[in-house]
């Protein structure tokens, strides 16, 4: 289960009450940030611009690829470890906006993760230290620490258990 907080709005869908939920230069400047660094091929510049501007939690040596999108509107709410690769063109999302209300969900990368390309995150996320995510998978639910997950909607292939099982065989 995701652990979102949940706000119920009136009348229009909750998009149209999106800067009630949070400010339009806040927004404006996320953007300018995230656009930045997304083109940026420098490593360390791109988590300081997430670290300094967007108030992003980001660990020593974790890595965004090229056209990784985080949040613009909640990025504080994101949170990676240590030694982390974030694969190409990966959106990581801390909110959702539906029709009759918006989700707001803090999201937790471990270290030594694995994130591959085009992948999405949703908000109330937990991925464990040590966990492969594979390429194009939906993350919709927490992902166990040493876990190799992938799919839409994402499956567990292997658990961590099984990994070690796996690799003492070869």
Known sequence: MRRTERYPVEGANSLWHIYKTVPFWKV?????????????????????????????????ETSFALMVMPDVMFPERIQVGDNTVIGYNTTILAHEYLIEEYRLGDVSIGDRVMIGANSTILPGIKIGDGAIVSAATLVHKDVPAGAFVGGNPMKIIYTAEEMAVRQAKS
Do not use: C, D, E, H
Request: proline share 6%.
């Open 28 to 60: 404006s400047k996320n953007f300018l940030v995230i656009q930045t660094a997304r083109y940026t091929p420098f490593l360390p510049m791109k988590n300081w611009l997430y670290r300094q501007f967007l108030g992003m939690k980001i660990g020593k």
